[in-house]
């Protein structure tokens, strides 16, 4: 069982006090290991920062062109006060990373946020066996069960074919950072040209010119002729549909890629056309499965449903608790409405946290 308080939940980070390196700070600090480039858990001000060599086009674009940066590969090892650390691939984002901890023997691992689902963008989720496991929990109920992201992708590639039947823009909404790209990875592109939003649009650039395999969008402009986008493919961020930007594209139909797009009544909310399940955070399977391939001996869950997950760890046998901490206000809460119905209060009061049915071989011990 562990015995020592390698990394501490402090008011201002995951905190490694021998090393004096904060990981994921909400506030600035001497030194940042990022997990990844989302602004929940890259936040400016800090005086150095380390991170994946793929995080960097994207902190820099964010954080600026100037911070003080040093980058590694995944399984990369350095040393700062006899602490070894190492990042390891968390199939978030492209540059996502959980980050290993070792120290005297003891082994902690910092997950930030991840998924198992390869999306042929990201290098996929490795389980690092460790001590203690951080872990989210966005999506930690059992009603969570994603479908093969290829089947999300022919949803999006059908509504898209009606839409261009129509004479319709289809306006699909998602995350700038991670959503988009695979999305653009996985559906069959149109043989004209794609357009984007402005955030979208720069993020992709960016990405592009540090050589990621990316297609080339074409930026919406007030020029932009809104006879070109009849029948088109436009990229959005989950802002604009309540802003006056979208009405340039009437008709269109308004299509949303999110997880939250599981819960009853989500879509209406949104007042979206279509809801497309497609999200960068692990299911209720997954969840678990990357708790049992740690092997961890206690489980800290840090954002989500923190005291669901932990309860349910506890009563199968893995000592868990649950942390407050500032992550989940970037691409996991982009439509925090979705969640605040009726059905979700009821998800909140649910204590029959039983393995879901059709996962019969889902064990925890």
């Given at each position: 069982?562990?015995?020592?308080?390698?990394?501490?939940?402090?008011?201002?980070?995951?905190?490694?006090?021998?090393?004096?390196?904060?990981?994921?700070?909400?506030?600035?600090?001497?030194?940042?290991?990022?997990?990844?480039?989302?602004?929940?858990?890259?936040?400016?001000?800090?005086?150095?920062?380390?991170?994946?060599?793929?995080?960097?086009?994207?902190?820099?674009?964010?954080?600026?062109?100037?911070?003080?940066?040093?980058?590694?590969?995944?399984?990369?090892?350095?040393?700062?006060?006899?602490?070894?650390?190492?990042?390891?691939?968390?199939?978030?984002?492209?540059?996502?990373a959980q980050v290993r901890v070792e120290?005297?023997?003891?082994?902690?691992?910092?997950?930030?946020?991840?998924?198992?689902?390869?999306?042929?963008?990201?290098?996929?989720?490795?389980?690092?066996?460790?001590?203690?496991?951080?872990?989210?929990?966005?999506?930690?109920?059992?009603?969570?069960?994603?479908?093969?992201?290829?089947?999300?992708?022919?949803?999006?590639?059908?509504?898209?074919?009606?839409?261009?039947?129509?004479?319709?823009?289809?306006?699909?909404?998602?995350?700038?950072?991670?959503?988009?790209?695979?999305?653009?990875?996985?559906?069959?592109?149109?043989?004209?040209?794609?357009?984007?939003?402005?955030?979208?649009?720069?993020?992709?650039?960016?990405?592009?010119?540090a050589g990621f395999d990316l297609p080339e969008l074409t930026l919406v402009t007030k020029e932009t002729d809104k006879k070109l986008f009849r029948g088109s493919l436009v990229l959005a961020p989950p802002s604009v549909d309540s802003s006056t930007w979208i009405k340039k594209f009437n008709p269109y139909s308004l299509g949303y890629c999110s997880g939250w797009m599981a819960l009853r009544g989500a879509k209406n909310r949104r007042a979206v056309d279509q809801g497309f399940i497609l999200s960068d955070h692990v299911d209720w399977p997954d969840l678990n499965t990357a708790v049992i391939e740690s092997g961890a001996e206690k489980v800290y869950v840090t954002h989500g449903y923190t005291s669901i997950f932990s309860r349910w760890l506890n009563e199968n046998g893995i000592e868990a608790g649950e942390v407050h901490t500032m992550y989940g206000n970037e691409e996991e809460t982009e439509d925090r409405s979705a969640t605040n119905g009726p059905e979700a209060e009821g998800i909140e009061n649910n204590k029959d946290l039983s393995p879901i049915p059709d996962d019969p071989d889902l064990k925890l011990s």
């Open positions: 069982m562990a015995t020592q308080s390698l990394l501490q939940f402090t008011g201002k980070s995951i905190y490694c006090a021998q090393a004096d390196v904060h990981i994921d700070p909400w506030i600035p600090v001497d030194l940042a290991i990022i997990t990844h480039a989302h602004s929940d858990h890259a936040r400016p001000g800090s005086k150095h920062y380390l991170a994946h060599k793929d995080s960097e086009p994207v902190l820099r674009l964010r954080l600026g062109a100037d911070i003080s940066l040093q980058t590694v590969e995944y399984g990369e090892k350095f040393v700062i006060n006899g602490v070894v650390f190492s990042l390891y691939p968390a199939g978030h984002i492209i540059g996502s120290y005297k023997g003891e082994v902690w691992v910092a997950s930030g946020d991840y998924k198992l689902e390869d999306d042929k963008v990201c290098t996929p989720f490795e389980p690092v066996k460790c001590n203690v496991f951080i872990t989210e929990s966005t999506f930690g109920l059992p009603i969570y069960k994603w479908q093969p992201q290829q089947e999300i992708f022919s949803e999006i590639d059908n509504w898209f074919s009606q839409n261009r039947l129509e004479d319709k823009a289809s306006i699909l909404m998602g995350y700038s950072l991670g959503k988009m790209q695979r999305i653009l990875k996985g559906i069959q592109l149109p043989e004209g040209p794609i357009y984007a939003h402005g955030a979208i649009y720069t993020l992709n650039e960016t990405l592009r010119q």
